[in-house]
């Protein structure tokens, strides 16, 4: 398949073209499009998941698995929900602020311009009796944002993308004795996401500009399910176990190209259109297990295993034409994390926790959405209870590891039909972080 990336427009268009000859060209940068604006993050978890979904959890590294001892259980493990009494609610957000270079040869270093995002986070459970709980959440599993200036070397791959979820997950807990808990629920999630990039369309042409700005916009809903199991082996040991489905979502968006001149008005076929595309983002296995050595005192090591290799590719489905692939060749990924709490007050709580993440991209397919080849994270945070109300606070600096664009950019050359504006170079991802502040506040009935 041609990249849009590496040809020029007009070039591939003959003076004497019939309107059905050139739709292919214009529906090969819808295509590419919709690929490239579903598949980066800059700012959150490897791959685009998201674990920021509460200010506890996130100062304890995601440490919240095995304790899921709050009303944030319902999205780290929601049969934990079964250790709260009475009524619990919990709402907050988190602050995440991302920056990242990108060396292309010959062509300099360009910094990401430093972008804020506010996941938001509400959560409420409510004891039936007994045995039975009930929980709901309104949280980010999936999230990306990226923008670099309009006019630097890679804006023929990207120069804005952003990608959000919202996801509302109602659940139900059941204990099973002193010892064992398990949970079922169901997850709506609505995503949205949209795209800018420039569209090369060749030199020396009168009338035309040497390219042109394509905005991609869409939305969609998806369903899932999780099942987790919290077990208390006694006033020491806890373990607890997660489970979330993948998600089918069949994204329906829209291209608009900015006009100029009106020299666009010769060539119809790239004209703003409706597009689908249909991605499947993967499931995960989130496994940690607690020991408290302490009343006050209290360590989690944990892993979350996602499945990004069920993403090795995107289709995307325009009208009137075959369906396009875009390979990917994602690698499994792990999260790997230890936490340590400590209440020195009754009022108050101390955390530090630390989490690893083993890369998943691809260095063939390697894309400047995703200047990432896994990451290191040190987390803190602090806790304050008065009364049945609670504040959490938590900072977060995250590592993220460069990576080569090398294999990516001769892969891309091999595959060029017109070389002249390559949208990948050799060079490297550099000096990427993410900072992140998050605050939460609880109230128990």
Not at 25 to 47: D, H, K, P, Q
Not at 270 to 292: E, F, G, H, I, Y
Request: aromatic share 12%; hydrophobic share 40%.
């Amino acid at each position: 398949m041609t990249n849009i990336n590496d040809h020029s427009v007009l070039a591939s268009i003959p003076a004497d073209s019939e309107p059905c000859e050139n739709t292919m060209t214009y529906l090969r940068i819808l295509c590419l499009s919709l690929v490239l604006v579903l598949v980066s993050s800059n700012a959150f978890a490897e791959g685009f998941a998201m674990t920021e979904w509460s200010a506890r959890g996130l100062s304890l590294g995601g440490g919240m698995v095995a304790r899921a001892n709050d009303a944030s259980a319902v999205a780290y493990n929601p049969a934990g929900i079964t250790q709260l009494p009475g009524v619990h609610l919990m709402a907050g957000l988190t602050l995440l602020t991302p920056y990242g270079q990108v060396e292309a040869e010959g062509r300099g270093t360009t910094a990401a311009r430093q972008l804020v995002w506010f996941p938001p986070h509400a959560y409420a459970t409510w004891q039936l009796n007994d045995d039975w709980w009930l929980g709901f959440g309104i949280f980010s599993r999936f999230g990306l944002g990226n923008q670099y200036p309009s006019n630097w070397a890679g804006r023929y791959d990207i120069y804005n993308v952003g990608l959000q979820t919202l996801s509302a997950n109602p659940v139900v807990a059941y204990k099973v004795n002193d010892w064992l808990s398990l949970a079922l629920g169901a997850e709506l999630m609505r995503l949205d996401i949209f795209m800018e990039k420039k569209v090369y369309l060749g030199k020396g042409l009168p009338g035309f500009p040497d390219d042109n700005d394509m905005h991609l916009q869409g939305e969609s809903w998806g369903v899932g399910m999780n099942a987790a199991a919290h077990v208390r082996f006694n006033d020491q040991w806890s373990a607890g176990l997660t489970y979330r489905s993948q998600m089918t979502h069949n994204v329906r968006g829209r291209v608009k190209f900015k006009r100029q001149d009106n020299a666009w008005t010769v060539l119809p076929e790239l004209r703003d259109s409706n597009a689908t595309a249909t991605v499947q983002l993967p499931d995960s296995v989130a496994l940690a297990v607690m020991w408290k050595p302490l009343p006050e005192l209290s360590f989690e090591v944990g892993g979350i295993w996602t499945r990004w290799s069920t993403y090795n590719e995107l289709n995307v489905y325009p009208k009137r034409a075959p369906h396009a692939h875009s390979p990917k060749a994602f690698s499994d990924g792990w999260n790997f994390n230890a936490s340590v709490e400590y209440k020195p007050l009754d009022w108050l709580a101390l955390r530090l926790g630390y989490w690893h993440e083993t890369p998943v991209v691809s260095k063939k397919y390697a894309e400047y959405m995703l200047p990432t080849y896994g990451r290191d994270c040190l987390t803190a945070g602090v806790g304050f209870t008065w009364d049945n109300w609670t504040l959490d606070l938590a900072y977060v600096h995250l590592w993220i590891h460069s990576l080569s664009y090398d294999r990516s950019a001769a892969r891309a050359a091999r595959e060029a039909d017109f070389p002249n504006e390559p949208g990948m170079f050799r060079g490297t991802s550099k000096n990427c972080h993410t900072d992140m502040v998050s605050i939460s506040l609880g109230y128990k009935f």
